[in-house]
């Protein structure tokens, strides 16, 4: 079997439009996990123990099924009790809840390398809980994270070929498109794979730099 270069090329642009989608629902589902993660980690924090353990029950749960699962339970279960949701949405926000409990946990354990002092500093200088929170307690926090969150983002757009079980017409499912209306697949699946790892490592790079610039070491 030999490689059609030709044919390699007319099947180009529908990769690079499924690479699209890719991008799109792992950058919207990355914001998500970010803002997401961090209302698990302050909710965990409250001292109310009935929301504190539900959250904590919620944020194990999630984290303990599979993705797929969750994938179909929103886009085939949910239309059943009448909250219907577009294939690529319902990819963003499931993506978008599956990894917010992860970075809940990045978040927590950056909150809980803050030194003491500074929690010390804030209740002597009579700053109000929001004030310490916003302006010296996650500051300092995110900055000793942002690697571990790094990493998550390239885990998520290393995850989004699942999106195909409901039908997103992301890169994967694009190059299956290409192939089955063709039957030749080894073109479209290397070419998958070479975009996948010219993303992940163009993505890799940014990280490093965000993290030499903005990092706590």
Not at 27 to 35: D, E, P, Q
Not at 138 to 155: D, E, F, K, M
Not at 157 to 176: G, H, Q, R, W
Request: proline residues 6%.
């Amino acid at each position: 079997m030999t490689w059609d270069w030709q044919y390699s090329g007319e099947i180009l642009p529908d990769l690079l439009n499924g690479l699209r989608y890719t991008i799109i629902a792992t950058l919207a589902g990355y914001v998500i996990a970010l803002i997401l993660g961090l209302v698990w980690t302050l909710l965990r924090r409250t001292p109310y123990t009935v929301v504190n353990q539900t959250v904590r029950w919620v944020t194990e749960f999630i984290r303990s099924t599979p993705l797929i699962p969750q994938l179909y339970f929103v886009f085939f279960v949910l239309p059943a009790w009448g909250i219907t949701i577009g294939p690529l949405t319902a990819g963003i926000i499931t993506l978008g809840i599956h990894y917010s409990t992860y970075t809940a946990e990045v978040y927590r354990a950056g909150i809980a390398d803050v030194p003491k002092g500074q929690w010390e500093a804030c209740t002597a200088l009579n700053l109000p809980k929001s004030r310490a929170w916003v302006d010296v307690i996650l500051p300092q926090a995110i900055r000793r994270v942002i690697p571990t969150l790094g990493n998550y983002l390239i885990a998520m757009f290393k995850d989004s070929p699942m999106l195909l079980a409901i039908n997103v017409t992301e890169l994967l499912f694009s190059a299956y498109q290409v192939g089955a209306r063709t039957l030749q697949f080894l073109e479209p699946i290397t070419m998958v794979g070479l975009l996948f790892v010219v993303v992940s490592v163009i993505s890799s790079i940014l990280v490093r730099r965000l993290e030499r610039r903005y990092a706590t070491h």
